[in-house]
C-alpha cells in the first residue's frame, strides 16, 4: 500500500533536514527559546527551538551553565554536595515533592503524578534513611519519568549502577523508612537558600547539578552560549601557539 504524502510534510521534512544540516554552535538561534521547547510539541510547532537548544545543552555542561548563572545573577545555582549515582547526564524540568527520610511512600506517588519526560526533584529533611532504590528507580523508568535529584539518601548502589536510568542524591544508606505517603508533591522546596517548584529546569552530569528557575531560563541559556563561544575561541588559539596567560593579560 503506497503512502500518500503532503506538500505540506515535504515541506517539513525538507525543512528539518536544513536544520540538522546547518547547525553549528556559531550558527544557533535561540533568542525565542524557552523552557518547554526542551522537548518537541506534538505539533512540531517548536522544531527550530528544540532543536537548536538541545544542541547547545548536549555541547556544554553544568560548568558553562554556573559560570552563566554566576555572570547574570552574582550568586550559584550549584546544588551543594547532590552527585550523580551511576555517572549519568540528564536535564530536563522538574517535578517537585518534599517528604522526611522515614517515607518512601512519597516517591512512589511522585512518580504517578509525573507526567511522561518529567524529572523527579525530592527534598528530603535529613539523610537518615534511603527514600529511592531498585523499584522506584525500574517503576520510574517504566512509567516515562526521565531521571530523579534526591536531596536526601538512596539505596542499591550495586544495582542503581547498571540501570538506564539518571540517579543523584546526596548519600546512600542501607536502610529504609515506610510507605507512609505523607509529604507533598508539586510543590514549593528550599534547597541551599533558593525556592524551587514544578516546571524549573535542572541540569546533573559528573560535575555537579544546577538548577534555573523557568523564569530565568532563557537569559542564562544565551550568556551559556556566549560562553561556550568565547571557550571555543580561547582554545583555537591556545592550539595556534599562543600563551594562555597573554590571551588572559595576566602579565
Avoid at 516515562?144 to 539518571?166: A, N, T, W
Amino acid at each position: 500500500m503506497s503512502k500518500k504524502i503532503s506538500p505540506n510534510s515535504l515541506l517539513k521534512n525538507n525543512y528539518k533536514k536544513r536544520c540538522k544540516k546547518n547547525l553549528s554552535i556559531d550558527t544557533l538561534k535561540l533568542d525565542n527559546i524557552e523552557v518547554d521547547d526542551i522537548k518537541l510539541s506534538k505539533n512540531e510547532s517548536n522544531y527550530a527551538n528544540y532543536v537548536n537548544l538541545n544542541y547547545l545543552l548536549n555541547s556544554v555542561s553544568t560548568c558553562q551553565l554556573s559560570d552563566a548563572y554566576s555572570n547574570l545573577y552574582r550568586k550559584s545555582p550549584v546544588i551543594e554536595n547532590l552527585k550523580s549515582i551511576n555517572g549519568n547526564k540528564i536535564y530536563g524540568k522538574i517535578f517537585t515533592s518534599k517528604t522526611k527520610s522515614d517515607d518512601w511512600g512519597t516517591s512512589i506517588l511522585a512518580i504517578d503524578h509525573c507526567k511522561k519526560g518529567d524529572i523527579l526533584f525530592i527534598k528530603v529533611d535529613d539523610n537518615d534513611s534511603a527514600i529511592w532504590g531498585e523499584i522506584a528507580s525500574n517503576y520510574a523508568k517504566e512509567n516515562g519519568v526521565e531521571g530523579v535529584f534526591i536531596h536526601g539518601s538512596c539505596r542499591d548502589v550495586d544495582v542503581l549502577k547498571y540501570i538506564d536510568f539518571p540517579v543523584f542524591a546526596l548519600d546512600n544508606v542501607p536502610n529504609a523508612g515506610l510507605p507512609l505517603a505523607l509529604g507533598d508533591l508539586d510543590c514549593t522546596i528550599t534547597v541551599n537558600n533558593r525556592n524551587f517548584s514544578s516546571g524549573d529546569f535542572v541540569y546533573g552530569d559528573e560535575n555537579g547539578v544546577v538548577v534555573i528557575e523557568k523564569e530565568f531560563f532563557k537569559d542564562v541559556i544565551l550568556e551559556t552560549l556566549s560562553i561556550k563561544l568565547k571557550e571555543i575561541e580561547l582554545l583555537s588559539r591556545i592550539e595556534n601557539g599562543n600563551k594562555l596567560s597573554e590571551i588572559l593579560k595576566l602579565s
